[in-house]
């Protein structure tokens, strides 16, 4: 599987997931790397926003900020080194398989779960994904959690990518999945208020959280949000990530 590298390093480590209903629960993380989306705030750009693209990224203004050289953060690794890589998991068992937009990879990807599966039976696993891809109905026979983001306008994705209703559907009956969404005004709670609405995603399958890469950001945001969310009947989630500043 094509793996992100990020510092020279590939992108499997121990740490905390951040955000929705594990959050702060212990945690390997696997990033895999490419996106189908291009997100202009993406914060994990170094999994899709190569030299060469016309992909617009925020940080592209930015003085001094290059796009990313692909042959530096990509590693091509087998499924036999990922296993033996992710021994973690004998010890933490839960997995987080993030991105970029890991279904992109589903084929390997079912593959890995599968042999991980067998090899710790307690494992518990978790696919973050953008909701624009659907997963073969094999993943749904794993214990499988999947936390879906779809993108709102602020993203600038034009819809038609970002949003596939016969893929959301599949999530909305796949009674371990839930759809989270960073929110930063009040604009992008009427947006979702509205695609909830379009797309029949019950509220208590929504979670929300505040935006922001440090912590007063967000903290300005985290008391209106907890009110709309309090309001609307969604959940909410704090960013531990963000807040204690781990990856
Ligand atoms: S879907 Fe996720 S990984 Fe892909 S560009 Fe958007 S924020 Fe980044």
Redesign the pocket.
């Known amino acids: 599987m094509i793996v992100s590298v990020f510092e020279g390093k590939p992108q499997i480590f121990l740490t905390e997931q951040g955000e929705g209903p594990s959050m702060g629960q212990p945690a390997v993380f696997l990033r895999l790397s490419g ?1 189908n ?3 202009h705030w ?4 170094f ?2 926003n190569w030299q060469g693209t016309l992909f617009k990224h925020e940080k592209d203004a930015l003085p001094g900020y290059k796009k990313f050289e692909k042959k530096n953060f990509q590693q091509d690794m087998t499924n036999d080194q990922l296993l033996s890589q992710l021994e973690m998991v004998s010890e933490t068992p839960r997995l987080v398989v993030t ?3 890991p279904l992109l990879q589903e084929a390997l990807l079912l593959e890995l779960l599968k042999k991980l599966q067998v090899k710790v039976p307690q494992l518990k696993i978790e696919i973050e994904t ?1 909701g624009t891809k659907n997963p073969s109905r094999e993943f749904f026979k794993l214990p499988v959690h999947f936390n879906v ?1 779809p ?1 709102l306008s602020n ?1 600038k994705i034009p819809k038609n990518l970002r949003i596939k209703a016969h893929v959301l559907r599949s999530f909305i009956d796949y009674p371990d999945a839930i759809f989270k969404f960073v929110i930063k005004t009040q604009d992008d709670i009427k947006e979702l208020q509205q695609l909830l609405l379009e797309q029949k995603i019950p509220a208590e399958k929504v979670w929300v959280m505040p935006c922001g890469t440090d912590v007063p950001s967000m903290d300005e945001i985290a008391p209106w949000l907890q009110e709309e969310a309090d309001y609307a009947r969604w959940n909410y989630s704090d960013r531990l990530h963000i807040r204690k500043n781990i990856p």
């Open positions: 996106c989306l291009f997100c993406c914060d994990t750009d999994t899709w991105g970029g937009e953008n983001s993108k993203s």
